[in-house]
């Protein structure tokens, strides 16, 4: 689910090559996911973190620059990096809370994907003029609601850069079968860094 939600996030307009996207969470499923695709598919990628450890994670998928959004002002950064050329694509973990630096770092005809709605922001009301002066299009991303062709066309690519080994998720804690519970707080805790798996191959065997 985080390959096909980070593939529609990207590719919904097209080929990304040569474009500077944007990964937010460039450390959680869907962005290590969405950095890793990005690499694959030719993009030059900013991805952003809260955490030393996210960071490595981050770099170790191929990200060209990690920002550190609680040290760093995101923004600038952006500027720096790109020289004032700014970004084509923003996949976007948090809609509202980034919506202001989305919009200075985007070039105009740019595009954020978002694909995580907040609980904190239940009626986001839209900044019009400012996403019209820029002519920004805002993609809305629901796995469950992609089309059988999309679907289809990110299995293909993900499974390209699979036999590519260039699609290779971050595995965090492993967890036999008889400590769920355990991996289910694990999860819950908002510290853990890559998939969470359980191991069944010995419940299998019986």
Do not use: C
């Not at 500027?79 to 509202?96: K, L, P, Q, S, Y």
């Amino acid at each position: 689910m985080p390959a096909l939600t980070a593939h529609r996030a990207l590719f919904i307009d097209g080929s990304i090559l040569g474009q500077t996207v944007l990964v937010t969470g460039g450390a959680g499923a869907v962005g290590q996911a969405s950095v890793l695709l990005a690499k694959w598919a030719g993009a030059r990628v900013i991805a952003t973190v809260s955490r030393p450890e996210q960071a490595a994670v981050a770099a170790a998928s191929g990200a060209d620059w990690v920002i550190n959004r609680k040290t760093e002002d995101v923004a600038a950064r952006i500027n720096d990096v790109t020289g004032g050329a700014g970004i084509d694509r923003v996949v976007d973990v948090a809609f509202e809370a980034n919506l202001d630096t989305n919009l200075a770092a985007l070039k105009p005809n740019g595009a954020i994907s978002t694909y995580a709605p907040a609980a904190e922001y239940p009626d986001i009301r839209l900044p019009f003029y400012q996403l019209f002066a820029k002519a920004i299009t805002v993609h809305l991303i629901y796995v469950y609601a992609m089309s059988r062709a999309a679907h289809d066309d990110a299995v293909r690519d993900v499974t390209a850069a699979l036999a590519a080994s260039r699609y290779h998720p971050q595995i965090g804690p492993r967890f036999p079968l008889s400590e769920t519970v355990a991996a289910h707080e694990a999860l819950e805790s908002g510290r853990t860094v890559g998939k969470v798996l359980i191991d069944v191959d010995a419940m299998v065997a019986r």
